[in-house]
């Protein structure tokens, strides 16, 4: 199945609708049902956004684990729990509820990155602060990666 991926800088318009890109959409439209699902990102000060049969196949995975555990509790709490389903307009634009801006800091220039399953929808500010060289331990990535095969 395509993977979403690249980065797409945007604007948030005046009713807090932002447009899904071109590649999105055609990936959207050409392999899921139009519904998406759109929620907190756990520890990241992003917003996740989910195409329907990705977000059933995360609810899957949450739900066989044992709520007495904590870091589920947490996700549950985190993201299962301000999810909201939206769909695209005829434009390709999405509404993102005031509720989850105000949760990701996100104001009006956004950046859409592609994440294999699902979208992330960062403000553009804090999307530049993640590659600040003065934060980034560049040799335990490369070590993680490397230990990974990639």
């Known amino acids: 199945m395509p993977a979403f991926s690249g980065k797409y800088y945007y604007s948030v318009d005046s009713k807090g609708r932002i447009i899904i890109p071109a590649p999105f959409?055609?990936?959207?439209s050409t392999n899921y049902s139009s519904k998406l699902y759109i929620t907190n990102a756990p520890f990241?000060?992003?917003l996740n956004v989910y195409p329907l049969e990705e977000w059933n196949k995360l609810q899957e995975q949450v739900r066989t684990k044992p709520r007495s555990d904590e870091a589920i509790r947490f996700f549950?709490?985190?993201v299962?729990?301000?999810a909201i389903e939206m769909e695209m307009d005829k434009q390709g634009r999405v509404l993102i509820p005031a509720a989850l801006r105000e949760d990701a800091n996100i104001?009006?220039?956004v950046v859409m990155a592609g994440q294999i399953e699902r979208i992330e929808l960062w403000d553009r500010s804090e999307w530049d602060l993640l590659f600040d060289p003065e934060k980034v331990d560049r040799k335990s990535i490369e070590g993680k990666l490397t230990s990974y095969g990639i």
């Open 25 to 28: 959409r055609e990936i959207i």
């Open 44 to 46: 990241d000060k992003c």
């Open 76 to 78: 549950l709490r985190r």
């Open 80 to 82: 299962i729990a301000s």
């Open 107 to 109: 104001n009006t220039n």
